[in-house]
């Protein structure tokens, strides 16, 4: 016999996922702002530069963007950097509900696009990281390294299942895809977050790029993803009837939003727009 719900008891489910849906749509609409404020920044600071032909301008930003005679390579951080835009302008709209409601056909074309571009993008940073030299140390080269692997797994599941008509899992895994494709905006939000409540850099040496925070970090976003952590999270309380655990992940939902407002902030205003300015 099942145990008979009461009307309090409805009521407190309700007020706990009223919260819920408060904190994604919250969590969502600031992750547009960011992601999309960085596709602007790769437009304007990448795109111009590119379009005119001033290759060597990326060198303001990446210490081993431009190398002179090395075509292949220039190739390989040409559409790296600028495939980079598809996935950062076209993820969130991936998400849009109204957008897979209204216009199937666009969610189904920009979706093949973003899983080809998502694995372009990833191996061919594989191929800069291992071949061309990065900044930071090499905690942080194999932690970003096996993103990768993540996000090459990920986009054939999320494509895999939605081929074979399973679309609960097409949803899930696409979701995963974008957790880990958006790593990299991650740990550049992070980092800038980070920056904004110390009042400058803090446990790691901003001339070597490295030190305990920055692998933290590299460890918590890229290879032990944090962002697939809440991602089940928020999967186990859609699908439970405890309150507390609803209210309780609806609280961390904000608590993380906030402070990724405060690196979006700090991105914007310290990295973007100094750069393009
Ligand atoms: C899939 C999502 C990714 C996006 C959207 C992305 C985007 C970008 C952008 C915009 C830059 C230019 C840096 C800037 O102006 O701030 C960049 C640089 C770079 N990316 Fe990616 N990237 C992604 C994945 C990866 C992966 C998976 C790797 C490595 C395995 C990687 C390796 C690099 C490297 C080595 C640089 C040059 C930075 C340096 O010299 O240290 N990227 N990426």
């Known amino acids: 016999m099942t145990e008979p719900v009461s009307i309090p008891s409805i009521h407190v489910h309700y007020r706990a996922r009223k919260l819920l849906n408060m904190a994604v749509t919250t969590w969502f609409v600031v992750t547009i702002i960011g992601q999309w404020t960085f596709g602007g920044y790769i437009i304007a600071f990448y795109g111009k530069s590119t379009a005119s032909g001033d290759l060597a301008k990326w060198n303001e930003v990446l210490p081993h963007g431009y190398v002179k005679g090395d075509w292949a390579g220039n190739l390989v951080v040409g559409v790296h950097v600028l495939l980079a835009a598809v996935l950062v302008l076209g993820g969130p709209l991936q998400l849009l509900p109204f957008v897979r409601r209204s216009a199937p056909l666009f969610h189904r074309w920009l979706g093949r696009l973003y ?121 186990y309380v859609q699908k439970t009837r405890k309150h507390g655990a609803i209210t309780a992940v609806a609280l961390l939902i904000l608590i993380v939003t906030a402070l990724m407002a405060v690196g979006i902030f700090g991105a914007i205003a310290g990295m973007w727009l100094p750069r393009i300015g």
């Open 115 to 235: 899983v080809v571009t998502a694995i372009i993008v990833a191996t061919g940073g594989l191929v800069m990281v291992w071949t061309r030299g990065a900044v930071g140390d090499r905690v942080q080269h194999v932690s970003i390294s096996i993103q990768t692997i993540y996000i090459v797994l990920f986009a054939w599941l999320a494509w895999r299942c939605a081929r074979t008509g399973r679309f609960d899992q097409h949803r899930k895994w696409g979701l995963r895809l974008f957790m880990v494709v958006s790593g990299v905006w991650f740990f550049r939000i992070g980092l800038m977050c980070w920056l904004v409540l110390n009042g400058g850099p803090a446990g790691f040496d901003p001339r070597t790029f490295s030190g305990p925070f920055l692998t933290a970090l590299a460890v918590l976003v890229y290879a032990l993803p944090v962002s697939l952590g809440m991602l089940e999270l928020y999967f």
